[in-house]
């Protein structure tokens, strides 16, 4: 089935610095989740992604979904304690969701 | 804010023993699944109901898992016998139909039931 890869599997990020990490896959999707599991906690949804080239933000985080709709990003700028966790993105097929390992972020104060 | 409900949240079981894990997720939401976590890994789908039927079970291990939603709300899930490489986050999540919106919705996660096998 369709698996999705995310790059860097650990960040490790200065406070105030910013960050990207990504989620790439071999075949097209037709959309895509994000989700942020913070340190023994469990998954939380942050935005779905749905047409080629699709941007949005939630203040400090910028979600982008590639033109060809095969790779997404997600970029924090000025890290904050509290974005400490797991980042993970989710394809979407026949409404089942399939999770990449995920980006585990540490941040430096 | 309606939350997912798991219990217990901690089990710590001997291999060979039967342990079941319960769910009920919120209210109005017609979609249950059942999430394996092993530590470092995102989520593996168990199996997806959709009220009290199964839509998918094809990565769950049925010659010792089983799930049931009988009527349609909250689930159970039991493992028998418990081997030791069970030991993981055994997550719960739910989402509304998506039949009039064309995309899926976003799954609410329950706090999870962490599973020790010894």
């Known amino acids: 089935g369709q698996q999705v890869m995310q790059i860097p599997q650990y960040q490790h990020v200065q406070e105030g610095e910013d960050f990207t990490t990504y989620c790439n896959s071999s075949t097209t999707l037709s959309n895509i989740q994000w989700y942020k599991q913070r340190p023994g906690g469990h998954p939380v949804f942050l935005i779905q992604l749905v047409k080629s080239g699709e941007v949005k933000k939630q203040k400090r985080l910028t979600f982008q979904f590639g033109e060809a709709k095969k790779n997404s990003s997600l970029h924090i700028t000025a890290t904050q304690t509290t974005d400490v966790g797991t980042y993970f993105c989710?394809?979407?097929?026949?409404?089942?969701?399939?999770f990449g390992a995920g980006t585990t972020v540490t941040v430096r104060a | 804010e309606a939350e997912v409900a798991q219990s217990p949240r901690y089990k710590i079981t001997e291999k060979s023993q039967a342990v079941a894990f319960w769910c009920d997720p919120i209210?109005?939401?017609?979609?249950l699944y059942w999430y394996r976590q092993i530590l470092g890994q995102g989520p593996e789908l168990l199996v997806q109901?959709?009220?009290?039927?199964?839509?998918?079970d094809s990565q769950l291990p049925k010659d010792r898992f089983s799930a049931e939603r009988l009527k349609g709300v909250d689930s159970t899930l039991k493992i028998q016998p418990a081997e030791l490489g069970d030991s993981a986050m055994y997550l719960c999540a739910s989402s509304q139909p998506d039949h009039y919106r064309g995309t899926p919705y976003e799954q609410y996660f329950g706090p999870g039931t962490r599973l020790t096998v010894t």
């Open positions: 209210s109005g939401h017609a979609t």
């Open positions: 989710a394809l979407i097929n026949d409404y089942k969701l399939s």
């Open positions: 109901f959709q009220d009290e039927s199964v839509v998918d």
